[in-house]
């Protein structure tokens, strides 16, 4: 067990500083209240072989949150999910602990149909056994986009959806939590039922949909959309293919349907704070969530690095903080971990304050994925799964089902 202690402890709506203490044991959360009168006693290490278990952490006046939770991840530290390594993943595991991230869905690029094949057979075999982040499931997010839509992505393989490409997929439903797919793509719809039977989650992304088409999809059953404001149709947009009457895109479609949540790259560098202002204000704190879409580029040097597999993936560039395709004029992935993007968020959008924030990273995604009895929020019974930061929001300590991991 362990007995966090001497700092506010973030809960989902509000800072709690008035000396409570949270105290976890067998991976879960058992209690949160003021200091038990035999808990600061208990919870000292007895003997050395306890010492593990058996912690007082002194959160030295900063705070304790639920761990983050990140719907959309590429990879970290020089790895991408689409290397489709044990090793690659675990790098990136590893990694993203170390930004306070306890829970996530690694996401996929779009590639070759082997690669996504070995890329669930790992989600498979990490949801099982993570050495660091906790794995969910699957972001199926390549390969079904508009081609047009398709941003910092390998051209070269993405497709319309098909039963033939993705029943074999499917042999993986279990592991796949989201899958994305633009729904204005022949078989869009037929795909999203078929995903939407075995319980996966349907996201709309890299698409240039009009309003039209995406009201279709909120009725087919997708809930969410990709990375607002990225790699998708809006008014000017789609005026480039008819001048009027003007239509709506993707992104006035996103805002104007409440049964659609949405995330949002709050890296600093792909938005300006105005666009994440606006996105807080018409969703919402339980409707958004921020996400990093970061690359393996996160904790490396400037230079050039592989977005996606390293067996057919896109180059890109990293400078000044953020990913760019090589001649510089579009972006091509975030790289940096969720913890920069709560600080972003937090003073970009002051308005919001700091247990919105926090919820954005945790509980809001963890509802979005239908997880929210788990994990997300420092609540009795829920996973252990902790963050230490201290007053200026950097990570001190990190903890994954009641074990310290960083
Ligand atoms: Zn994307």
């Avoid at 709506?13 to 200091?35: E, K, W």
Wanted: one cysteine or more; glycine letters at 10%.
């Amino acid at each position: 067990m362990a007995l966090f202690h001497n700092g506010t402890i973030v809960t989902k709506n509000s800072l709690c500083s008035d000396g409570h203490v949270v105290r976890t044991q067998g991976g879960r959360i058992v209690y949160m209240g003021p200091p038990e009168k035999d808990g600061a006693v208990t919870a000292k290490p007895m003997t050395k072989a306890d010492a593990p278990d058996n912690e007082s952490v002194d959160l030295q006046g900063g705070y304790l949150i639920p761990g983050f939770v990140d719907l959309h991840v590429h990879g970290g530290a020089n790895a991408d999910f689409m290397d489709v390594t044990p090793e690659a993943w675990s790098t990136i595991c590893r990694a993203h602990a170390k930004h306070g991230t306890t829970s996530f869905t690694p996401t996929t690029t779009v590639a070759r149909h082997d690669q996504h094949m070995k890329f669930l057979a790992l989600t498979r075999a990490f949801k099982e056994n993570s050495p660091g982040t906790r794995v969910l499931g699957a972001h199926l997010y390549g390969p079904y986009f508009a081609p047009e839509a398709k941003g910092c992505h390998p051209g070269a393989h993405v497709r319309p959806p098909t039963p033939a490409d993705y029943e074999p997929y499917f042999e993986y439903a279990s592991d796949i939590s989201t899958a994305t797919v633009a729904p204005e793509l022949p078989g869009a719809q037929a795909f999203v039922e078929a995903c939407l039977k075995r319980g996966i989650r349907c996201n709309a992304g890299h698409s240039y949909a009009t309003f039209a088409q995406m009201e279709a999809a909120v009725g087919w059953g997708v809930t969410h959309v990709d990375h607002l404001f990225c790699a998708m149709s809006d008014r000017s947009r789609l005026r480039q293919t008819q001048s009027f009457p003007m239509r709506g895109g993707v992104m006035e479609a996103t805002l104007y349907f409440d049964q659609l949540t949405t995330e949002i790259i709050a890296d600093g560098k792909h938005m300006l704070p105005d666009l994440l202002r606006l996105a807080y204000k018409v969703k919402g704190p339980g409707r958004l969530a921020l996400v990093t879409d970061t690359s393996r580029a996160m904790d490396m040097p400037d230079g050039a690095y592989m977005f996606g597999p390293l067996d057919g993936g896109e180059p890109v560039i990293k400078k000044d903080g953020v990913g760019l395709t090589p001649d510089g004029k579009a972006l091509g992935s975030s790289v940096v971990g969720m913890d920069h993007c709560v600080r972003t968020f937090h003073q970009a959008v002051p308005e919001a304050g700091l247990a919105n924030v926090i919820r954005m990273a945790t509980l809001t995604p963890a509802t979005i994925l239908g997880l929210e009895q788990e994990i997300g929020s420092i609540a009795l019974g829920k996973r252990a799964d902790l963050v230490v930061l201290d007053r200026e929001l950097n990570v001190r300590a990190t903890y994954i089902g009641g074990a310290k991991v960083v």
